[in-house]
């Protein structure tokens, strides 16, 4: 094993204890590099490393940086695959995905650090087909997220029901007559409303189809009894979830079940 990698396997075991502060194995002029996700820029300098981490992990709670896996690409590059995990500390929102870091050297130093929020685009950037369709072939069971979801709101979870938003994601209700929410925060007091006016709420998935390309096309039947009321009701409908980094970042509810199927069918193909 190289001191590069022994090095980098040093600063995760650093920030699995919490201590983001340490920063001797860098550079001087050391340049951190946020290339995607929702605030793409850079910071030059030791003090510029340690104010954007401490940045990043103070916006979560309970959050976590895990190394999955450790590549050597050569002399000077080392690529860290990751999985982050946290929870907002103003949204609640939970967040958890594949992300990685790419760091490089000169000197025993690291000299760069880029951070990559979708592992796919650390893939793509540096040229590792090979590895992005092994990637791919352990692609996440989208419709079981989504099933998983969908059972913890039936029985008022909100928590565990937003688990898999992204900060930014929308929901579009406008065939229901309600209009689109965007950001989880706004999602999820809509959906608090709504269950809210129920007494008892039931979700029963018929169909989950994964289109491809990060579209899940849903049919389930939705019923409840109303508060204050003795009768229920029930209706069939529709959802074309989106995903991206393993995240919803975007649902569509239809009462038009074929039209909406044709439409996320050439969502699928557009996102191809």
Known sequence: MSENLDLVRSIY???GRGDYGSSEWADPKIEYVVADGPEPGNLTGRDGLVQAMRNLFSAFEDVRAEAEEYRELDAERVLVLTRVSGRGKTSGVQIGDRAAELFE???GKVTRIVAYFDRENALADLGLAELAMSE????PDLAARWQEAADAYARRDLHTAM???APDAVWDFSSAGFGSFGGAAAIRSFLEDWLGAYEEYEYKQEEALDLGNGVLFVVASLGGRPTGSAGGVQERCSYT???AAGMVVGVVLSQDIETARAAAERLAEERG
């Open 163 to 165: 688990h898999r938003f």
């Open 105 to 107: 050297f000169h000197d």
């Open 241 to 243: 979830v989106t995903w």
């Open 13 to 15: 075991a650093a920030i």
């Open 136 to 139: 791919e072939a352990v692609s």
